[in-house]
């Protein structure tokens, strides 16, 4: 069970309304066609993607004559006739920007430099006649002895030149050393957090089709922009000769940002056969071959003074790094901005291993970064004997520690208070293992939860009938995050139209570029892209209306023009004075000086309760309350939907998600579902979501902020302080699986 409260509603518009999703009915009844299931192009011939058995070496020789004669198969490639493509290039690339768009070859030669890495593609009639006939390749191979191992490695560290969005590697204010020396209570701690894999619903899949020299992409990609970069590149063709197309996405999570192998080689042998071909990755094949988030070591050390009130923050973090590619994730970035402290030190250091690269995973940096840090401000709590809220509260900065700027809103302490108050903190006993029912261990804990706020460039086109039909289009990306809905909103609410006036469409890179999903900033950018629209088409509709309209300030409500006490209907003006219709296009900047001058954030809180069983060490979760101030709400219920995702992304980040890796063979070993354990419906409990309304005029013309990620941002530490309030055990490698709780309760006489 779950339930909903939300402070804001405009009573004008559909924004702030719990408006269902416009694409819900297609989704349910099977009518949104995704990525595999295109069909525009006519039929297509089948690919299937077969792996390296080993993780470091060269192909000695690849025998495909079997393959070759098998019934139904088109064509078999591998790296002796695979299209010439750019060399890959350096592991760390000049700017940011350009990691989206490199070129990223595929078969382009007999190096294997990790497990699974695309060694030849079959394409048949079928898709399980691809798939026998890839089993008939023999491969012989070369192999060499890699380097897997993050933990054992870490005195090989190097320091990254920066790390993810190019944000700065370390940072450094006072002297920490000092600071941390003198400070009269000390906590030095380490953390460990695995590897972990997106699993998004919707597999990696392509369906490419040539005309000529011109390429039609279907595709699940989070950002258009960066798929045509990436083609474009490896491919070797103008950008302007790809189209891609992507309107309904089932997830990404980060993992769909970049090209993969699926729309490399279904590009490829399109143009060979010249016939459209699709290319799935296999869930299986998902793991090794479209990234993951990396494993790290995380060491907290926090120094305050008998009060609770910070000295010195220092968080440093070892990451496992791709040795051919490097992602570097921003993981330790967010603890510049959460408390206050004179003396601080960040710093983020990369290991090398023949893996393939990491990615961005929701929320990357928070995601991991908070899941030890808010456990990490537990300890010092517990430390100080002090509840875990009023050390938070003491610690709130005035300004942005490092950055020395205002916040342009910040609610960290409204969100703290009001969830406590909401979920009965005040009746959690702060003293370890001491609540019980039965056989059952009942414990409380908390953590706070930031994220940046971010604005991507983007550009919209909207445009009205003569009929007054609205027509919304840019080559935005739906994730299952709700865009087309709110793209609607704003537009409806911005003309003054009914919903039912107006049709998005996304997911076409014909349409206006846009930042797409990622990063939390979707809504706003692509948001602020269709208001910006939405604004210079008003101002068409004002010039054709003429006096009075055009002498006042006219209004749009209704589906009229009001001004000067006379109003006209949309339809009828348009059919009076713009009878083929109107067109504008908008568009919002990337970030500028108002993020300058002021630190941008979403803020949250997380509480939790669970029962951990004293016999089996079995953790159940009871209770789980979210309170999220992420500037203005558009539309509740999938704002409502986007935090309840992340909560429970939390929780499985706290008690079950990892990816094992063999350090022996550098292999994923759990690479399925059956195996790769997240939350199921039997593993949430009941969860509650509040909203605090905080409207931020600075972030951008909407005054929203980024929330789809913020869920994710210590929630895990909330489960884990909750697991160690019931326990009085603090485990430090996540995931908290039974294994590690078990041998400490066992020897606890209860």
Known sequence: MSTFRHTQALADGPIGQPVDRIDGRLKVTGRATYAYEQDEMGPAAYGYILGATIATGRIDDIDTRQAERAPGVLYVMTYRNAPPQPAFGPPLTPTPAEVFTRARPVLATDRIRYYDEPVALVVALTFEAARSAASLIRVRYTAERGDHDLFSRLSEAYTPTRTNAGLQTDSAVGDFDTGFEAAPVKLDVTYYTPYQSHNPMEPHASIASWAGNDLTLYTSAQTLANFRGGLANTLGIPRERIRVVSPYVGGGFGAKLIIHPDAVLAAFAARVLQRPVKVALTRQQMYANAGHRAAMQHQVRLGA???????????????????????????????????????????????????????????????PGMLAFESAMDE?????????????????????????????????????????????????????????????????????????????????QVSMSPTGRVLVRLDMTDIGTGTYTILTQVAAQSLGVPMSSVQVQLGDSRFPQTAGSGGSWGAASAGSAVEDACQRLKQQLIQVAGVPYSDGQAQFAGGRIIASGRSERLTDLMMRAAPTGLQAEGSVGPMGDSYKNYSQHSNGAHFVEVSV????????????????????????????????????????????????LDTRHGHFINHDLAEYLIPVNGDIADMDVVFLEEADEKANVLGIKGLGELGVCGAGAAVANAVYNATGIRVREFPLSIDKLLPALAARDW
């Open 380 to 460: 010092l709590a517990e430390r100080l004997n002090q509840d875990p809220i009023d050390v938070r509260v003491l610690n709130e900065p005035e300004i942005d520690p490092e950055r020395g700027v205002p916040f342009a809103t910040r609610s960290l302490v409204a969100c703290m208070r009001t969830g406590a108050e909401r979920f009965g903190w005040n009746n959690r006993n702060p003293a370890p293992g001491r609540v019980r029912e039965g056989r059952r261990l009942i414990g409380m804990g908390m953590a706070a939860a930031i994220r940046p706020n971010y604005l991507g460039a983007s550009r919209a």
């Open 613 to 660: 069983d004293m016999d089996t060490g079995e953790i159940r979760m009871r209770r789980m309350l979210s309170v999220i101030a992420a500037g203005r709400i558009l539309n509740p219920k999938t704002a409502r939907s986007q935090i309840l995702g992340g909560m429970t992304w939390g929780i499985g980040a706290a008690l079950m998600e990892q990816t094992l």
């Open 305 to 367: 003074d008998s009060t609770g009130k910070l000295l010195a923050i220092g968080y440093d973090v070892w990451s496992a790094t791709s040795r051919f590619e490097e992602f570097c994730e921003q993981t330790a970035v967010f603890a510049r901005s959460l408390y206050a402290a004179p003396s601080r030190l960040t710093r983020h250091r990369l290991v090398p291993v023949d893996l393939n690269r990491g990615e961005w995973m929701r929320s990357p940096g928070e995601a």
